[in-house]
């Protein structure tokens, strides 16, 4: 009999491309990985990986293996969904990822809506950025993930991953209520310090490409994804920023200056979950309490 433990880090392999970004992903050291691995090769009587090099690669026997492995992990989760459904009360513990802004927004009023409708259920919620939450998805640190796309920049399918979708959410230019960007649209913003999340992810991309649309490179002064922080830099002053709707669901923008954007762009939040997880209710439940929140937000 084949073992699930190992089957799952060869498809782990198979995605993450080293044993070194296994081994990262799942907190176990490289060799304990390859141990797995050589005594799974035992297990199947076949030869699973070839040296290349300083690294490894899956032979076609362990391809062949990994399909398989993909059907069988979702038939499990599909097996796990039916046996929840048996049961007449939501309960056990469901872990999400989340980014910033629906932690801020809807998290709350979702998790009040989850504590009066099933009180035996335990929610765990890690504060994530989406990419990092959809990998630990499919390696099972997560059961549900929260995740977000930006107009022009859409994201590949994760293989083995059910989205559902959440909501629409307008991206709007915040400039400060006073001083000389306050009155300004963006094409006026060429000199502008702007805030923008640090690095190449998606909201940092999107907002790059907006400034470059409108005639620009913007003067990025500050660099951070924490959306609170960007809106202090705008409402004192030292900052201009594009930020979602979203964060305004429970609170006023207070001084800050928000403008419509051209075209009114809008950035696709959803969820996602292992494929054969959907039946969940406990992924149900929380579907449904985070469907309620952004109703009661509009």
């Given at each position: 009999?084949?073992?699930?433990?190992?089957?799952?880090?060869?498809?782990?392999?198979?995605?993450?491309?080293?044993?070194?970004?296994?081994?990262?992903?799942?907190?176990?050291?490289?060799?304990?990985?390859?141990?797995?691995?050589?005594?799974?090769?035992?297990?199947?009587?076949?030869?699973?990986?070839e040296h290349v090099?300083?690294?490894?690669?899956?032979?076609?026997?362990?391809?062949?293996?990994?399909?398989?492995?993909?059907?069988?992990?979702?038939?499990?989760?599909?097996?796990?969904?039916?046996?929840?459904?048996?049961?007449?009360?939501?309960?056990?513990?469901?872990?999400?990822?989340?980014?910033?802004?629906?932690?801020?927004?809807?998290?709350?009023?979702?998790?009040?809506?989850?504590?009066?409708?099933?009180?035996?259920?335990?929610?765990?919620?890690?504060?994530?950025?989406?990419?990092?939450?959809?990998?630990?998805?499919?390696?099972?640190?997560?059961?549900?993930?929260?995740?977000?796309?930006?107009?022009?920049?859409?994201?590949?399918?994760?293989?083995?991953?059910?989205?559902?979708?959440?909501?629409?959410?307008?991206?709007?230019?915040?400039?400060?209520?006073?001083?000389?960007?306050?009155?300004?649209?963006?094409?006026?913003?060429?000199?502008?310090?702007?805030?923008?999340?640090?690095?190449?992810?998606?909201?940092?991309?999107?907002?790059?490409?907006?400034?470059?649309?409108?005639?620009?490179?913007?003067?990025?002064?500050?660099?951070?994804?924490?959306?609170?922080?960007?809106?202090?830099?705008?409402?004192?002053?030292?900052?201009?920023?594009?930020?979602?709707?979203?964060?305004?669901?429970?609170?006023?923008?207070?001084?800050v200056r928000l403008?419509?954007?051209?075209?009114?762009?809008?950035?696709?939040?959803?969820?996602?979950?292992?494929?054969?997880?959907?039946?969940?209710?406990?992924?149900?439940?929380?579907?449904?309490?985070?469907?309620?929140?952004?109703?009661?937000?509009?």
């Amino acid at each position: 009999m084949l073992d699930i433990h190992r089957l799952r880090l060869l498809r782990e392999l198979d995605r993450r491309g080293t044993l070194a970004a296994v081994a990262r992903a799942l907190s176990y050291s490289p060799s304990a990985i390859s141990q797995q691995l050589t005594q799974l090769e035992a297990e199947t009587g076949v030869t699973l990986l070839e040296h290349v090099g300083r690294g490894v690669r899956l032979t076609e026997q362990a391809r062949i293996l990994v399909r398989h492995t993909e059907a069988i992990l979702e038939r499990l989760e599909l097996a796990e969904a039916d046996l929840a459904r048996s049961m007449t009360e939501v309960t056990g513990s469901l872990r999400v990822a989340s980014f910033q802004s629906v932690m801020l927004a809807l998290v709350p009023s979702a998790l009040s809506l989850l504590a009066e409708r099933h009180p035996a259920l335990r929610v765990q919620i890690t504060h994530c950025v989406a990419a990092d939450a959809v990998a630990g998805l499919v390696a099972h640190d997560f059961d549900l993930v929260l995740g977000e796309e930006y107009p022009g920049l859409p994201q590949p399918r994760t293989p083995g991953v059910d989205e559902e979708d959440l909501s629409h959410d307008e991206m709007r230019l915040a400039v400060p209520p006073g001083g000389p960007w306050s009155r300004s649209g963006l094409a006026d913003l060429a000199g502008a310090p702007f805030v923008i999340d640090p690095g190449d992810i998606a909201p940092a991309q999107w907002a790059r490409n907006m400034c470059r649309s409108a005639g620009f490179e913007p003067d990025v002064r500050f660099s951070s994804g924490d959306l609170l922080l960007q809106v202090r830099l705008v409402e004192t002053g030292h900052a201009v920023a594009f930020l979602p709707d979203l964060l305004w669901t429970d609170r006023s923008p207070g001084p800050v200056r928000l403008h419509h954007l051209p075209g009114r762009p809008r950035r696709r939040l959803f969820t996602g979950v292992r494929r054969g997880a959907g039946g969940q209710p406990r992924v149900r439940a929380f579907r449904e309490a985070l469907r309620d929140s952004v109703t009661a937000g509009r």
